[in-house]
């Protein structure tokens, strides 16, 4: 069965520090995947997707994404967090096999200490 | 234009109401899509419509009932329902089908009492 794994329930990272959020995926083939955003009380904004070529893909608000077969990984990194990142990060897959329906990770809270 | 419109943003009701969800989208997609999220838990697919025919419905009880009268407009009506049914109702739609991105509304925050 496929899983998405976000192994980090939380993390914290200072304003102006560099972040990476971690997604482990379990799938024989490449999945279609997904990084989004959910601000507290918010809907979920996309942030990127992968589905196929370039291996490091680029998103919004600065963030950046880098596909790693070999590893069956697809991290999330920003350079430098603003406060206004804080939020919480879901990692998502969808594949042939669950006929493309999101498969989600369970999330991990960004807080940014000042 | 990558927007999703739910109505209303905060709903309260009692087990005995009936009261409905709104989700509206003007992209010219296909698909649609209702989801449930609980506090601090990723979001779990309640139904998909495509081509406004219900595709998936992921063994929800019937005191939710969805509805998509046209290609824009997803409705979820709710009866009867329970305090553990409160939580975040989210709405999506994509161009085609769940290959496609799904583009996610604000949410409607419900409160059963």
């Known amino acids: 069965a496929q899983s998405v794994t976000q192994p980090d329930i939380h993390i914290t990272v200072s304003e102006g520090a560099s972040l990476e959020l971690r997604c482990n995926y379990s799938?024989?083939?490449?999945?279609?995947l997904f990084w989004y955003v959910q601000s507290p009380g918010q809907g979920l904004q996309l942030l990127l997707k992968?589905?196929?070529?370039d291996t490091l893909v680029q998103g919004i608000k600065g963030f950046e994404a880098e596909f790693k077969r070999s590893q069956s990984s697809f991290n999330l990194r920003k350079p430098s967090v603003h406060w206004s990142d804080a939020a919480e990060y879901f990692c998502?897959?969808?594949?042939?096999?669950?006929?493309?329906?999101?498969?989600w990770g369970a999330g991990t809270k960004l807080i940014i200490k000042p | 234009d990558t927007e999703v419109t739910q109505t209303p943003k905060h709903l309260v009701m009692g087990m005995t109401n009936k009261k409905s969800l709104k989700c509206e989208q003007h992209?010219?997609?296909?698909?649609m899509y209702w989801y449930k999220q609980k506090a601090k838990k990723p979001p779990e697919l309640m139904f998909v419509?495509?081509?406004?025919?219900?595709?998936i419905n992921e063994s929800v009880p019937s005191r939710f009932s969805p509805e998509c009268p046209n290609s824009s407009l997803l409705n979820l009506h709710l009866h009867a329902l329970q305090p553990e049914d409160s939580a975040l109702y989210l709405c999506?739609?994509?161009?085609?089908?769940?290959?496609?991105?799904?583009?996610f509304g604000p949410g409607t925050r419900l409160t059963v009492l």
């Open positions: 992968y589905f196929s070529g």
């Open positions: 799938y024989g083939a490449t999945p279609y």
């Open positions: 419509y495509s081509y406004e025919k219900l595709s």
């Open positions: 998502a897959v969808g594949a042939m096999d669950s006929n493309y329906q999101l498969i």
């Open positions: 992209m010219g997609h296909r698909a």
């Open positions: 999506a739609s994509s161009r085609e089908g769940p290959r496609d991105t799904q583009y």
